[in-house]
């Protein structure tokens, strides 16, 4: 006979808030996605309004001191926006209509509300950008991003597993690769309060895989090579449907030979003719190696988020912000909600209307501070690189920018993924200022990218008949200094996506 018994326990849990999920989800916006995003607000929220060039010119010197600038107590907690208006948390986080106000509660929330208005302005730049850095007015297209959540909403899925698949998206890389493991995806996901198992994130990943561009959301090459022959299944007649099986068997259990081109080995493994297998090799050169890249030929502008000059003492450090809209709350709508003659509902919707857009505001503001912020751990850390050039970045991780900072390494890598920066030697992606160190001969340590920089170098001077070993490259960088382990070298040279030096001869030669 089984008992049964009844107990208790606490656990603590993390749970964002919608205002610290409206952060997180606007920190990791580049510029031109912040500025359709904002539009996007001042569409919904008819309380917003922007605000025109001459009001500008007339209130930003006066704004500039106005607005406190807003820090999180502790990592991935925004401030508590309303709570100095006298709200608590029960009410900031409650659903419009879920608590219940007498009339004078009612009135009192009002009066104050405006008297905050008054006091308050419309976000206003953290700093104009230097109007010498050239225009830089790109024409908006929907962020390939965006097409694949379109998409997504086109195939039966239910709102978990819309929210799963936003968060595979928003980690996959500027080629449509998965890179990271699903514990990133299913952190990402705990911090908005959902739970997922690994096999609910791949029966999402697999419905990704049905989107255009083919090929989008696999975790290396071999399977995005795999998901866009299997696209191709309905696309082929019955003559080369052979061919695409052929292909298919080639990089399913033969794709280390495949990429090797030991073609004779694997005419002799498959029992296959030289016809057979040129035909399949050219089925599988039609495919697309990065389905993202490839596919956003057509939006090549690059808007920097930020501009770092150098006035030959000192580096200034200025937020790209000239193209985004200022905002603030409607003195029309203001002026409805103090009028008393209006129905309470009226002034029940445009009061949660007004909330929302503060919350906007502060979240932006917020945002502004967090990047610059960080931003300006990133220059100081690397100071040479930007006063001098590339041939002078440092070792530097994530982990280095978020202890500088006060900040979480997942706050540091939302500010860095997607973001650029434009210098006097050019425009950088962020993230390419972040590298692991190699130490020299002399012991001091250098940015692995400069390592990196020397092999493309060293290879691309190479004579065409007799390619550079991967020893001889250790020679090479060791007469300049740079003590790296054969082994290293071939990481890197891998990594650069540089074949070995036997298959450079031969693409040489047949040139």
Known sequence: ?????????????????????????????????????????????????EVTD?????????????????????????????????????????????KEHDDTDFESEIEEMLREQDEEGYNTLSS??????????????????????TQLRLLKIDEKEYAIAEEIIGNLDEDGYLRCSFDIIREGLLMQGIEASEKEIETVLE????????????????????????????????????????????????????????????????????????????????????PIRSSSESAKYIVPDFIVTFNGEELVVTANERNIPQIRISRR??????????????????????????GFMSAIEMRRHTMQKIMNAIVRRQYEFFAVGPEKLKPMILKDIAEDAGVDISTVSRVVNGKYVQTDKGIWELKYLFSTAVETESGDEISNR????????????????????????????AQHGYKVARRTVTKYREQLNIPVARLRKKIQATD
């Open 54 to 98: 001459e009001e500008k010119n007339e209130e930003l010197q006066e704004q500039s001191d106005d607005l406190p600038t807003p820090e999180p107590p502790t990592e991935l907690t925004p401030i508590e926006l309303l709570r100095e208006s006298g709200n608590d948390d029960e009410e900031l986080q409650a659903l419009p209509g879920e």
């Open 1 to 49: 006979m089984s008992t049964q018994s009844l107990s208790q326990r606490q656990i603590q849990t993390l749970r964002l808030s919608p205002q610290q999920i409206l952060y997180t989800k606007l920190l990791q916006l580049p510029v031109l996605q912040l500025e359709q995003r904002i539009k996007q607000e001042l569409e919904e929220n008819p309380v917003l309004e």
């Open 128 to 149: 104009a950008p230097d109007e010498s850095h050239g225009e830089l007015q790109p024409i908006f297209e929907e962020s390939w991003r965006d097409d694949l959540l």
């Open 207 to 290: 419905k990704i895989w049905q989107l255009e561009p083919a090929g989008v959301g696999a975790r290396n090459l071999q399977e995005c090579l795999l998901i866009q022959l299997h696209a191709l299944a309905d696309e082929l007649d019955d003559e080369h449907e052979e061919d695409r099986q052929l292909a298919q068997k080639i990089l399913v259990h033969h794709f280390n030979e495949f990429s090797m081109m030991h073609y004779q080995k694997l005419m002799q493994v498959l029992g296959i003719s030289q016809a057979q297998l040129r035909r399949a090799v050219q089925l599988i050169q039609r495919l697309n190696p990065k």
């Open 450 to 477: 400069v390592i990196k920089q020397f092999i493309k170098d060293f290879i691309e001077k190479e004579e065409s008949g007799k390619p550079l070993s991967d020893d001889k490259l250790a020679e090479l960088l």
């Open 333 to 358: 709508y203001k002026e409805i909600l103090e009028d008393k003659r209006q129905e309470r509902s009226t002034r029940e919707f445009i009061r949660q209307k007004i909330e929302a857009a503060k």
